[in-house]
Antibody, heavy 117, light 111 residues
Framework: EVQLLESGGGLVQPGGSLRLSCVGS????????MSWVRQAPGKGLEWVSA????????YYADSVKGRFTISRDNSKNTLYLQMNSLRAEDTAIYYC??????????WGQGTLVTVSS | QPVLTQSSSASASPGSSVKLTCTLT???????IAWHQQQPGKAPRYLMK???????NKGSGVPDRFSGSSSGADRYLTISNLQSEDEADYYC?????????FGGGTKLTVL
């Protein structure tokens, strides 16, 4: 069974930084692209970033480009999202998702990021 | 890049059927989409991948009551024999060469 477990969320001041992690199990982590998707309180899903299976191909939504960095460590079955220059509008639950044939096939339970002074 | 449009809400009675629609923008009729379900307070759950031909592949454990179909730029999710646990938000998702996007979601109420 595929399991994805996010961590690293919390309360941070505007302009601050956080690093989210997502540990995958139950599948061959290094063989799949991965993605981060967020959901602001009471709002819909918003794609944030994606990374290819090897880690060399990375993609970002315009709203986070230049501030967020996606990466992965296949030896640790872990996906990361480094978030810098955080803004109030980045407040959301952040989900990681396994990409299977391009679709978001399995989702983690999410980690809450709150940006507030 | 494409845009996905969904109705904001839908409702139906237990035991009935409902058909949710996700519409791609003009020029993107061939795009494949995925449907996801998000029950209140839970993470999203992948339901199926749906092609422009109407062919679909469901995720593991998705009940037979869920099916997909397509017509032109429209992608449909049909839920038959509605159950109370089907009350949820439903999102469609698609992807391009270097971007991904979601529709705004449809809130389904089972009356």
């Amino acid at each position: 069974e595929v399991q994805l477990l996010e961590s690293g969320g919390g309360l941070v001041q505007p302009g601050g930084s956080l690093r989210l992690s997502c540990v995958g199990s139950g599948f061959t982590f290094r063989s799949y692209g991965m993605s981060w998707v967020r959901q602001a309180p009471g709002k819909g899903l918003e794609w944030v970033s994606a990374i290819g299976s090897g880690g060399s191909s990375t993609y970002y939504a315009d709203s986070v480009k230049g501030r967020f960095t996606i990466s992965r460590d296949n030896s640790k079955n872990t996906l990361y999202l480094q978030m810098n220059s955080l803004r109030a509008e980045d407040t959301a639950i952040y989900y990681c998702a396994q990409l299977v044939a391009s679709a978001s096939d399995s989702w983690g339970q999410g980690t809450l990021v709150t940006v507030s002074s | 890049q494409p845009v996905l449009t969904q109705s904001s809400s839908a409702s139906a009675s237990p035991g009935s059927s409902v058909k949710l629609t996700c519409t791609l923008t003009s020029g993107h009729n061939t795009y494949i989409i995925a449907w996801h379900q998000q029950q209140p307070g839970k993470a999203p759950r992948y339901l199926m991948k749906l092609e422009g031909s109407g062919s679909y592949n469901k995720g593991s454990g998705v009940p037979d009551r869920f099916s997909g179909s397509s017509s032109g730029a429209d992608r449909y999710l049909t839920i038959s024999n509605l159950q109370s646990e089907d009350e949820a938000d439903y999102y469609c998702e698609t992807w391009d060469s270097n971007t991904r996007l979601f529709g705004g979601g449809t809130k389904l109420t089972v009356l």
